[in-house]
């Protein structure tokens, strides 16, 4: 039946208005859809309502790799170009700040633990040439005979002069288990043949403090390398010498070089002078 106020024809519209409506409906929850599935992904703060600060960092980062990664003209490296910011953005801190990539974690974690297994010997790269600095003390270079000054040719069946090599690719032809044995060659000095070495391997203990003296009648010295896993047994144990043996009233403590290490190495030692009080932190006077 036809409205009587509605012109002949109209009821095409209410016939067709619900379909066309349906059809709206549907597209639009789609557009939708898509739209969301196509949004880089942002946390929500919940309390707020607002978007995370933090988040929305993340957010853009992940987006700009993603579109490098698909749209730039050369292929890159995902993690090379990660490592490059990070390295940027700690350009912008104290020069202490450092980032550790995953890779050198082992390395740095034995040297703060205070051993690893190796020949015991400290190195530097001139040029092309792998240079003996030094054996460490009771360690298995010295006893195999290496002097500072060497110049490792040799490593095993591996020629190591004149390749370009870097520290941590000698580091890992030295390195290997206790007891297991490694073939050295070394030029020493002007001399034209070659000296091999057979070194076994062993634990090799990283000190952290080189040296622990009085420079006068009162006044004592200790030098500290680095703050690893052992140095606050190993300031105690110099320190209450120097104090019981030597009679000491002063302390210089020779930080110089030191690259850091564990915090709380630090702090147990500064615990020895200092004492917190309400807002600061005063010397504790040494009980004689």
């Given amino acids: 039946?036809?409205?009587?106020?509605q012109k002949p024809g109209s009821s095409r519209y209410y016939i067709w208005f619900p379909l066309l409506f349906s059809v709206v409906l549907v597209g639009g929850m789609l557009i939708g859809m898509k739209m969301q599935s196509i949004a880089p992904a942002v946390a929500i703060d919940k309390s707020e309502g607002e978007l995370s600060d933090q988040s929305v960092g993340q957010g853009k980062i992940e987006e700009l790799l993603r579109y490098i990664e698909a749209k730039y003209v050369?292929?890159?490296?995902?993690?090379?170009?990660?490592?490059?910011a990070i390295d940027?953005?700690?350009?912008?801190?104290?020069?202490?700040?450092?980032?550790?990539?995953?890779?050198?974690v082992q390395e740095v974690n034995e040297h703060l633990d205070g051993n690893f297994d190796g020949i015991g010997v400290e190195f530097i790269i001139l040029?092309?040439?792998?240079?003996?600095?030094?054996?460490?003390?009771?360690?298995?270079?010295?006893?195999?005979?290496?002097?500072?000054?060497?110049k490792i040719v040799m490593i095993g069946d591996s020629v190591v002069a004149g390749q370009n090599l870097e520290s941590r690719d000698i580091v890992d032809l030295l390195r290997g288990e206790k007891g297991s044995k490694v073939k050295v060659g070394i030029r020493r000095g002007a001399e034209s043949k070659?000296?091999?070495f057979n070194i076994t391997r062993d634990k090799i203990p990283m000190h952290s403090v080189d040296i622990s003296m009085m420079l006068d009648n009162k006044t004592g010295y200790i030098k500290i390398n680095r703050f690893s896993a052992t140095t606050y047994e190993e300031f105690m144990k110099s320190f209450e010498e120097l104090v019981t043996k030597k009679g000491?009233?002063?302390?210089?403590?020779?930080?110089?070089h030191n690259p850091g290490g564990?915090?709380?190495?630090?702090?147990?030692?500064?615990s020895q002078f200092f004492y917190e009080k309400t807002n600061c932190w005063c010397i504790r006077k040494a009980a004689r």
Wanted: aromatic share 4%.
């Fill in 262 to 270: 564990y915090l709380q190495q630090a702090t147990n030692i500064l």
């Fill in 74 to 84: 050369d292929e890159v490296d995902r993690e090379e170009l990660i490592q490059e």
């Fill in 248 to 256: 000491m009233e002063d302390l210089v403590i020779d930080l110089r």
């Fill in 194 to 196: 070659l000296r091999f």
């Fill in 1 to 5: 039946m036809i409205p009587t106020n």
């Fill in 127 to 150: 040029e092309d040439t792998v240079v003996v600095v030094a054996p460490l003390a009771d360690g298995p270079s010295e006893a195999a005979g290496l002097l500072a000054g060497d």
């Fill in 88 to 104: 940027n953005v700690l350009k912008n801190l104290d020069p202490h700040s450092s980032y550790i990539p995953a890779n050198e």
